[in-house]
């Protein structure tokens, strides 16, 4: 069995445990959780959703949501299922293990208001491929693109139901052409920089399913500041669930 470590996260709130050799959750995934907002007896899906992160920090900030993942890795799916447990969020939180591309063989069309989904950044022929399976399939597009995931999207949400995401800023063209191909429109996006003087390294989007087009742009977010340090907002984004129950309650 392969060694696990057990991680403290967002100031202590969060307990997770990952392989210490194979997937682990990085910034991307706390950002696009953070990005997400959510209305009560809201239906939400994450695509994808490895050990569950995403997930628990949502069912920490919208209590009164019922949450699903869906993980095509089975030993990932049991590792998000061990990580609802350990948190006390089993009971509003369901994970199964499935292929996103089989989307119609596992869920009923229409059936979720929100769908959230951090996908694999790289093509299959750019960069060198992980030797690790775990860490490839999350990181280049073996079994899952972004393109597979919208479909799926597509397939699930309710009218007007919503996606988000993150994605890298050099592939926004791609991403905004494909969620419009699968009939979502981009309503919301905010450009995240590693500081003042980088370029773009992410896009978070928030689409809506059959809308019309208008975009807001909201402003940018910097990871640290001029002495390398994180800036306050990062800072507020790690220790926000310290304003919520300990047990998600609330």
Not at 118 to 142: V, W
Not at 211 to 229: A, M, T, V, W
Request: proline share 4%; net charge neutral; glycine share 6%.
């Amino acid at each position: 069995m392969e060694e696990e470590t057990l991680d403290e996260i967002l100031d202590g709130h969060l307990r997770v445990f990952q392989k210490k050799k194979g997937y682990r959750f990085s910034l991307d995934s706390i950002l696009l959780a953070h990005f997400v907002s959510l209305k009560p007896r809201t239906r939400a899906i994450d695509l994808g959703c490895g050990s569950g992160i995403i997930l628990l920090i949502l069912a920490k900030r919208f209590p009164h949501v019922n949450y699903t993942g869906l993980e095509i890795q089975e030993n990932l799916a049991l590792l998000a299922q061990k990580n609802t447990q350990l948190n006390g969020l089993d009971s509003r939180i369901k994970i199964l293990t499935g292929d996103a591309q089989k989307i119609k063989d596992i869920f009923l069309a229409h059936s979720f208001d929100m769908v959230i989904f951090n996908p694999p950044y790289r093509k299959l022929n750019s960069g060198r491929i992980n030797p690790h399976p775990e860490k490839a399939i999350a990181r280049h597009e073996i079994i899952g693109s972004l393109k597979d995931f919208l479909k799926a999207a597509q397939y699930l949400l309710k009218p007007a139901g919503k996606v988000f995401t993150i994605y890298p800023a050099k592939r926004l063209v791609e991403l905004v052409y494909l969620f419009r191909d699968c009939d979502i429109e981009p309503k919301k996006m905010r450009l995240v920089f590693s500081d003042n003087l980088s370029e773009a390294e992410f896009a978070l989007v928030e689409g809506r399913s059959g809308s019309r087009e208008e975009l807001k742009i909201e402003s940018p977010l910097f990871i640290y500041d001029q002495n390398k340090n994180y800036t306050e907002e990062m800072t507020g984004i790690f220790t926000e669930l310290s304003r919520f129950p300990a047990d998600g309650g609330g």
